[in-house]
């Protein structure tokens, strides 16, 4: 079993709790309200940024030109694609330059985003892949997953037709394959520590719906759980 593999299968029941997630579940039927996807599309802009800059601490740390140059081309990857998205998503939601300007990132966005910050600032780039790869792969799998789902809601539809895309698909065999390379020059603890990381990134995806779902807040009496 190659490294991703055994990351994969131990990270198994994190995921299948984020393919049942309420947030996941509704989006796909169609019944999520706009209320918590304007909120996951504000936190997660904030996400994809700070994303794109670890993209780029990785693309630093890299021992080749040819991997800087495909780190550097996934940082715009994410900047164009993603964060394009999110603009459209904006513009359809009504969300105002005013809601962009009094925005604070929540306490999962800034955690999560603080998590792959540590790894750039105390890993190497088998370090740093292995916390950005469940971001990439937990989508793709979504993305196949819900393929054939039709909410009815057309932001929905886009959101799940961009991560099922062939585009998408070969960024994710890239990284993963990277990482499989990387894994085999490490030492065994070396690989222990990658998985950990891994394993708190699917730990954060998780949250990070469980977060929108509930519009969370830093503070407590704010938050509603719908
Ligand atoms: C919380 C959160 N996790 C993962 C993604 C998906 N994603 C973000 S950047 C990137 C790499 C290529 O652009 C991918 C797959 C997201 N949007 N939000």
């Given at each position: ?9 131990e ?81 359809e ?74 585009w ?8 993963i394959?990277?990482l ?47």
């Amino acid at each position: 079993m190659s490294f991703t593999q055994e990351c994969r299968k131990e990270a198994d029941s994190i995921w299948e709790e984020s393919f049942h997630h309420p947030f996941i579940q509704e989006l796909t039927e169609g019944t999520l309200s706009f209320d918590q996807f304007r909120y996951y599309v504000l936190q997660d802009s904030y996400y994809l940024s700070h994303f794109a800059r670890v993209q780029s601490f990785a693309g630093a740390k890299a021992e080749d030109l040819e991997t800087t140059s495909r780190l550097a081309a996934h940082a715009q990857g994410t900047y164009q694609a993603e964060l394009g998205l999110h603009e459209t998503f904006a513009k359809e939601l009504g969300i105002t330059e005013e809601e962009k300007n009094v925005f604070q990132p929540s306490p999962t966005a800034y955690a999560y985003t603080s998590h792959l910050y540590r790894s750039a600032l105390l890993g190497d780039l088998g370090m740093i892949i292995s916390s950005l790869l469940p971001c990439y792969w937990l989508y793709y799998e979504i993305g196949q997953r819900f393929k054939d789902y039709t909410p009815g809601v057309a932001i929905y539809e886009e959101w799940i037709n961009t991560y099922g895309s062939e585009w998408f698909k070969s960024l994710v065999e890239e990284q993963i394959n990277r990482l499989d390379q990387l894994a085999e020059k490490s030492t065994p603890k070396q690989r222990q520590a990658m998985k950990e990381t891994f394993l708190i990134s699917s730990q954060y995806e998780l949250k990070f719906w469980e977060m929108a779902y509930t519009l969370e807040s830093w503070n407590k009496k704010e938050q509603t759980t719908s």
